[in-house]
């Protein structure tokens, strides 16, 4: 019983209620499982608030099952929940009972002790095996004991809903299910860019590696009216086109694929749009020494250098190429923006998107990272991705299993 437009209303009266709720509360620590404890970024632990708090408003007792890092399916103090819920009362300004396992004793007494409008975080659901198992039985198992916890399931962990684990795709075959608002306003926003967005649309693509991004290109190539390709991927596509590239990151092995993009762009109409200069080094940067930026044609980079960014007249092409979008989805930095002196077409590529007149998208963990360390208002933008992985493999035209689970009766 889902209804996915309808969201936690298609639920009904949920007062007096168990609600299990999925958030993606995977945030960076730092001195994990030691008494000074900090969560370094609490992003994710704030998108999940309005769900968990619009839960509780209506009554539900709360019980929110999330991951933290990579456990190895048995229980690690290095990987507790408990400075998350810690930080979640806070934000909540509300308190947060915590359970010192998922399934167990702690998890069943501290739900039965829950009053309406009550929260309990349950310990890393990460620490059963059960959770990431590819063995179904194992898994649905495991799912059985979560779903025992509660009477209906809310997903609300957008970052990872392209995986069928326990707590995001079997518990949800077992309980009254629906879309938490987090999931449902990322659906919204990929849903815009594969059908019928505002034109025109421009994708532009970077990052370390083509192979990362084939299904991407594959679903997006006829659907964009223009794509921007820079980053360590670019390399490949300029070699496809003859050009040398160095010791530029490079796929050999996908020249023929990038030839066939190309081939296959210019006979839909769709505009490529290559770097024409390309900032240079002679090393990749690390801390030992001082970059030596330089910047050269596309069609010149010397033998012995790299292609770290893209060049000054790329970067000023490229934001001009965005400068009459409808619709843009960015993913992947232009550059090794992690050092300043090749973080300037990444920048230029951000600012052009804080200026479109339209729905501007971000997409994929180093791109959103690299957007707020570059200093940018993340309002500026149409959207953030909150899952990285999740948002590629929905605009690689891939079923998510735990929205697919959803939709199902
Ligand atoms: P996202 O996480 O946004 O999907 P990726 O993981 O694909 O992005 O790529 C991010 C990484 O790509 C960054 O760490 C950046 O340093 C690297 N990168 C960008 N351009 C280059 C380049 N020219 N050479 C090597 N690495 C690059
Ligand atoms: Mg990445």
């Known amino acids: ?17 168990r609600v299990l709720v999925r958030s993606d509360l995977n945030v960076p620590l730092d001195g994990a499982g030691t008494a000074e404890v900090r969560i370094t970024d609490d992003g994710r632990i704030r998108a999940s608030v309005p769900t968990i708090r619009q839960l509780s ?22 990987y507790s929940l408990k400075p998350v819920a810690d930080r979640l009362s806070e934000l909540l300004g509300r308190p947060v009972a915590f359970a010192a396992d998922t399934v167990g004793a702690s998890a069943t007494e501290t739900v039965a002790a829950l009053g309406d409008g009550d929260v309990a975080v349950l310990e890393n659901v990460r620490f059963n095996a059960g959770e990431t198992s590819k063995d179904e039985a194992v898994r649905g198992a495991f799912a059985d004991e979560l779903a025992a916890l509660a009477d209906a399931f809310v997903s609300d962990g957008f970052g990872v809903v392209h995986r069928k684990q326990a707590s995001v795709y079997d518990v949800a075959l077992r309980l009254p299910s629906a879309m938490g608002g987090l999931v449902a306003a990322e659906v919204d926003v990929l849903r ?4 019928h967005p505002d034109r ?18 594959d679903n997006l190539i006829d659907k964009a009216d223009r794509l921007l390709i820079g980053g360590g991927m670019v390399f490949t596509f300029l070699k496809a086109q003859g050009h040398e590239v160095g010791r530029s990151l490079l796929e050999d092995d996908q020249l023929d694929t990038c030839r066939r993009y190309l081939t296959e762009a210019a006979d839909r109409g769709v505009e490529i749009v290559l770097p024409t200069d390309v900032v240079v080094d002679t090393e990749f940067p690390s801390g030992e020494r001082d970059p030596q930026p330089r910047v050269v044609p596309a069609s010149e980079i010397p033998a012995d250098a790299l292609g770290l960014d893209i060049g000054p007249e790329s970067a000023a092409a490229f934001a001009a190429a965005l400068a009459d979008a409808r619709t843009v989805f960015w993913n992947g930095p232009m550059g090794v923006f992690e050092v300043d002196a090749f973080a300037d077409g990444t920048r230029a590529v951000a600012q052009a998107l804080t200026e479109v007149d339209g729905l501007s998208v971000v997409g994929g963990g180093d791109s959103a990272a690299a957007v707020r360390q570059l200093g940018f208002d993340e309002a500026a933008f149409g959207h953030i991705s909150t899952g990285g992985g999740a948002s590629l493999e929905f605009l690689e035209g891939k079923e998510l299993p735990g929205i697919a689970v959803l939709e199902k009766d």
């Not at 815009?192 to 059908?195: D, F, G, P, Q, S």
Request: overall charge negative.
């Open 200 to 217: 025109p649309y421009v994708v532009v693509l970077g990052g370390s590696k083509v192979s990362d991004k084939l299904g991407v290109i």
């Open 1 to 17: 019983m889902s209804d996915i437009d309808a969201g936690i209303a298609s639920l009904g009266d949920l007062g007096g209620k």
């Open 192 to 195: 815009r860019l594969t059908e």
């Open 57 to 78: 408003d209506a009554g539900a007792r709360v019980v929110v099952t999330a991951h933290l890092g990579r456990p190895d399916g048995k229980p690690d103090p290095a």
